[in-house]
């Protein structure tokens, strides 16, 4: 018998192992994110079946109907409706295999009511590393008394749901430890990559992380202006004032800049004082215009070392739609900023102007 129970425990707890660390560590890719929910709750359900299956056999028809950790753990990972998608496939593949006991049938409608009511209360109180043991001590008692009742408290059922409520508590605590800590390493590692696509002085994306985001719209084929803008002979500040007061400056600008834009424009910070600006789903002629808008907002900012200071900038725009890699199109860009440089009043070019 327990040898039983140590062998069905080990292949929920590989199963749970497994099906979590993949998650955690593909959640970034855009068919993950999009469909997370339904992958969560179906892999996790798909998983509960594999091991009805396997442990059936050796089992006696009861330690299968113990599905609490999938459920709760599809419910840690994809919400609340993760976890009804778990119960669902549970409970379905159940009465589709249905080795014919009225157990087996008590025990397939207990795991559907347990579903709905999981359901319910977890989206009013989500499930969390903190309160994810609330969760499964209650279905598993309320499992455990189910099954008194239904072996009217014989001697031989005490011991063996003693058995149940032992190791399946073990296992419970174990993944949670070891997903805990998965999950603490996944957030390490984020930060990490995150501060290394980051401009610490203005909290902006940095050309890595851009170059990574450009690539993505290129070939997700969505169209977009890109503006390169360049703060003209912005470093004889820094040489004049000290770099803490250009630091201080540059951070204003950068403030100013996002301020003309669009919510939730991308801008990004790709060298000492160089932005790019992403406009998606934008016109040549409004992207002008709000190359216009940054430019004079930038001209009429006030240093307060020298009033009388008057930063200017440029900014090259180019159109996505005429380029279909990356590296031509910041070409494009920085040629056009190159020639607005060469202006004597707006400092704007558009790459269309270049090629007519």
């Known amino acids: ?95 589709l295999l249905m080795y014919t006991s009225t157990l087996a049938f008590i025990m397939m409608l207990n795991v559907f009511i347990n579903t709905i009511a999981l359901t319910f209360v977890s989206r009013k109180h989500p499930i969390t590393y903190r309160n994810i043991p609330i969760y499964f001590f209650i279905i598993t008692f309320e499992h ?9 408290c014989s001697m031989e059922s005490i011991y063996f749901l003693i058995l149940y409520f032992i190791c399946s508590s073990v296992i419970f605590y174990l993944l949670r430890q070891i997903l805990l800590q998965l999950d603490h390493r996944d957030k390490q590692i984020k930060q990490i990559y995150r501060l290394k696509q980051m401009d610490l002085l203005t909290q902006l994306p940095n050309h890595i992380a851009t170059e990574l985001k450009l690539t993505w719209l290129i ?84 240093f307060k070392q020298d009033p009388t200071l008057q930063i200017t900038s440029a900014i090259g725009i180019c159109s996505s739609d005429h380029y279909a890699a990356l590296s031509p199109l910041l070409n ?13 009043s707006t400092f704007i070019c558009h790459d269309n102007q270049l090629k007519k």
């Open 1 to 95: 018998m327990f040898l039983e129970f140590v062998s069905n425990f080990a292949i929920l707890f590989s199963f749970t192992l497994l099906i979590y660390w993949a998650f955690i560590q593909y959640e970034h890719k855009p068919f993950i994110k999009k469909y997370k929910i339904v992958l969560v709750g179906v892999t996790f359900g798909v998983a509960a079946l594999i091991l009805t299956v396997i442990t059936t056999p050796f089992a006696n028809g009861v330690l299968i109907h113990n599905r609490n950790i999938f459920i709760v753990f599809s419910g840690l990972l994809g919400g609340p409706w993760a976890l009804f998608i778990t119960g669902m496939i549970i409970v379905s593949g159940r009465y």
């Open 332 to 344: 494009a860009a920085y040629r056009a900023l190159a020639n607005a440089k060469r202006q004597s």
């Open 144 to 152: 455990i008394s189910l099954l008194l009742i239904y072996y009217r």
């Open 219 to 302: 070939q997700a084929k969505i169209s977009f202006e890109l503006l390169h803008l360049d703060l003209r002979k912005f470093s004889a500040i820094n040489h004049q004032y000290s770099y803490e007061a250009g630091d201080e400056f540059f951070s204003k600008i950068a403030e100013t800049i996002q301020l003309q834009l669009p919510k939730d424009t991308y801008i990004s910070r790709i060298d000492s004082d160089e932005f790019y600006i992403v406009l998606v789903d934008t016109a040549p002629a409004e992207a002008i215009l709000i190359a216009n808008q940054i430019n004079y907002a930038i001209k009429n900012l006030v």
